[in-house]
Every structure is written in structure tokens, then in C-alpha cells.
């Protein structure tokens, strides 16, 4: 399996994963000639794809947690968002129900190095992005070897940390185009108006509430509402803060494309110590897989390859398979696990590489296709 962007689809392409818009399964995996379907998911704002195909049969992509729950975990907050906005009071027992879903995914997933993005339409982006950033805090405690109850107040803080925004004008929260600075002030409100909402609402810990206040704080002081710096900032706030921004930069949003894992990880690691907790941004990049499975790279001797697989706790050095030479022309394909040759390191990374291999597939022989 692999992850393909949607105008680079072919025919030899297989859906490997579901495509789903709201709470609607729009595409099931295992439908083929998906080119012909390519202009209605990417105008519902779906520019990836999870694909099966000759070059990537035997390649897994793992998620840390199912499907399921994460479309159910969207549902539910849908709804609760929605009951909140006509006028009745927060109702968050579903929820919780939900989060230990959740919690138990992740918490039985010891081994695993994330690679998986909510490849969610990007007008459903609020709700893919609450239960992505969840998805990250909880890798995060889970590394800090939270308690049970720890992980669900978390949880609850991290699902809930934007609700403000249900109250602010919708024009402007999900404005296509760059934001004034004055809309910019506007949308910072969404902070303060998530704390009012949340604030008196029982079974959850202070703690998971301010989270809605304090996602937006920095380190350094640079963040808001409050700017608070150093140890004003509980360990919730320095966690939310790392996976809030690490789910922007890593989906699509209207006015830009997603930024590939590594954009993202170099730039929490740039941040480190500034921005961000650096032994949270340390937890948190030896569970991400920073080329993930099925992501095209080329090597530091020019070669193309494929990630097949990840080394635990050294996410720059996967196990690739190469696929093609230094002028991008196809070779009979090979596995190196780049822990064990030192020599090697990836050097470019994503979708660029793979467009120009797609493309010149259509000038190859069958003879040629075979080695594949
Ligand atoms: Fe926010
Ligand atoms: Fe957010």
C-alpha cells in the first residue's frame, strides 16, 4: 500500500483504504479505474489516496487506531458540536465512551511508528483535526507512561481544544484565502470561548479544560492567549501544543497542501527548545515515522526506493526497497535496511519523485514492467 496524490492516480491502481466524506463511505477499498472518480474527490477536497499497486503490494501502513473508531470518534463529536450549537447543553458521555476506544487502540500498540494521515475532505477538517491531534497527544502520554486516567483527561482536552471556534463566524474560521490580521485577532478568541463552553461542564478535570485555553501557548512566550512561558505551561498545554501544530502542518487545508512528515518534523525539532518542550518533541518523533511506509524517497547515491518498512526509534532510517537508478530509470528491485548500511541516508523525500516514476512508466516495455 502506499499514499498517492489524487491527480496522480492510474489505472494499475487499486484503493487500498476507505475514502469517506462526513460520516459516508464515498469509495470502498478495493474499487479499481479510480482515475474516473479522481474530479469528484478532489473537488470534496480529497487529495490523497491510499492505493495498492505492483510497486507497493507487500508494504503495510499501520494507524494506531482502527478505522472504525476514528470515523465513530468524528461522528460522535459531530454531533455533540452540533446539539451544542442548537442550544443544548454539552453532552460528553459518548464521547468519553469513545476515548477509551481509543486509548486501548493506542495503548496496544507499543511498537508502533505512526505514518498514517487522516486523509479526511478538508471541510471536515475541525473533526479530523481534533481526533488527529488526540491521536498524537496520546502518543505523546503514552511515552510519559500516563495513567489510564491521565490518558482519558488528555484525551477529552485534546478532542474538545478547538470547540470555541463553534461560536466564532463561520466565514472567517474557515475563510479559503490568508486571513487579515484583524480576522487573525478574531480567531484567536476561539481559545477563551472554548474555555467559557467548557468550563463548567462536569467529569472533566480542570486540567482537560485548560487545555482549550492554553494549545496555543509557546514556550518562549511567544503564544496566546496569555503568553505564558517556561513553567506557567503545564505538561498538558506543551503537549497539546506539539500535536496541534504537528496535525495542521501534516493536512490539507484550503489555502494550502498538506506538508510532507519530514517538512513537519524538522520543523518541530527547529522549534525544540524555543516553541516546543524538547523532550516532548523527542517522545513524540520516535513514534512517528518520518518517511512513512509506502512514501517514495531518493537515497544519498541517487537511487529511488520505496519505504517498505521502519526501524524502532530511529525514524530517518527505514528498510526501503529500490526500485529505480540515479536517472530515475527502473532496476530490478532491492531491499536495504538503512541501519545497516551507515553509508546511505535518504535525502529527498515524497509525492515530487513519484510523479516523474509514474510518468515514465507509460514509456517502459512489458519486458521492462516484469522486473516489478
Ligand atoms: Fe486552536
Ligand atoms: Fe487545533
Redesign the pocket.
Known amino acids: 500500500m502506499r499514499l498517492v496524490a489524487t491527480e496522480m492516480i492510474d489505472e494499475s491502481m487499486v484503493l487500498a483504504r476507505n475514502v469517506f466524506a462526513g460520516k459516508c463511505l464515498v469509495l470502498k477499498a478495493g474499487t479499481s479505474h479510480i482515475p474516473k472518480y479522481t474530479n469528484s474527490l478532489k473537488n470534496m477536497g480529497i487529495h490523497y489516496l491510499y492505493v495498492e499497486d505492483e510497486l507497493s503490494k507487500d508494504i503495510t501502513i499501520p494507524d494506531a487506531i482502527t478505522e472504525e473508531n476514528r470515523v465513530r470518534c468524528k461522528e460522535i463529536l459531530m454531533n455533540t458540536l452540533e446539539d451544542l450549537q442548537k442550544g443544548q447543553s454539552l453532552k460528553l458521555n459518548k464521547l468519553a465512551d469513545n476515548v477509551e476506544n481509543i486509548i486501548s487502540d493506542i495503548m496496544s500498540n507499543s511498537d508502533l511508528q505512526l505514518s498514517l494521515s487522516d486523509l479526511s475532505a478538508t471541510d471536515e477538517y475541525t473533526f479530523s483535526h481534533s481526533v488527529s491531534t488526540t491521536v498524537y497527544a496520546l502518543l505523546i502520554g503514552y511515552g510519559l507512561k500516563y495513567t489510564r486516567k491521565m490518558m482519558s483527561a488528555l484525551a477529552m482536552g485534546t478532542l474538545l ?2 470547540i470555541g471556534k463553534i461560536v466564532l463566524d463561520p466565514a472567517i474560521v474557515h475563510k479559503e484565502d490568508a486571513l487579515t490580521n484583524e480576522e487573525f485577532e478574531y480567531v484567536k478568541k ?2 477563551e470561548c472554548g474555555y467559557e463552553l467548557l468550563k463548567d461542564a462536569p467529569n472533566i478535570p480542570t486540567i482537560a479544560k485548560e487545555i482549550t485555553l492554553n ?2 501557548e509557546k514556550l518562549d512566550g511567544s503564544g496566546y492567549p496569555r503568553g505564558l512561558k517556561g513553567d506557567e505551561l503545564n505538561e498538558f498545554a506543551r503537549i497539546s501544543a506539539i500535536a ?1 501544530v504537528y496535525d495542521a502542518l501534516t493536512s490539507d487545508r484550503c489555502y494550502r497542501k498538506k506538508w510532507p512528515t519530514y517538512k513537519a518534523v524538522d520543523f518541530l525539532i527547529e522549534n525544540s527548545g524555543i516553541k516546543f518542550d524538547p523532550d516532548l518533541v523527542r517522545i513524540f518523533i520516535q513514534r512517528i515515522a518520518v518517511y512513512p511506509n509506502g512514501s517514495m524517497v531518493r537515497l544519498s547515491d541517487g537511487k529511488i526506493a520505496l519505504v517498505k518498512d521502519q526501524n524502532k526509534y530511529t525514524p530517518l532510517r527505514p528498510i526501503v526497497r529500490v526500485i529505480a537508478d540515479e536517472n530515475g530509470n527502473r532496476i530490478s528491485p532491492f531491499v536495504i535496511n538503512l541501519m545497516e548500511v551507515l553509508s546511505l541516508t535518504v535525502i529527498e523525500s515524497e509525492v515530487e519523485i513519484s510523479k516523474s516514476i509514474i510518468n515514465q512508466k507509460r514509456n517502459y516495455t512489458m519486458e521492462e514492467e516484469s522486473f516489478l
Open positions: 481544544h478547538d476561539h481559545v494549545h496555543h496541534d
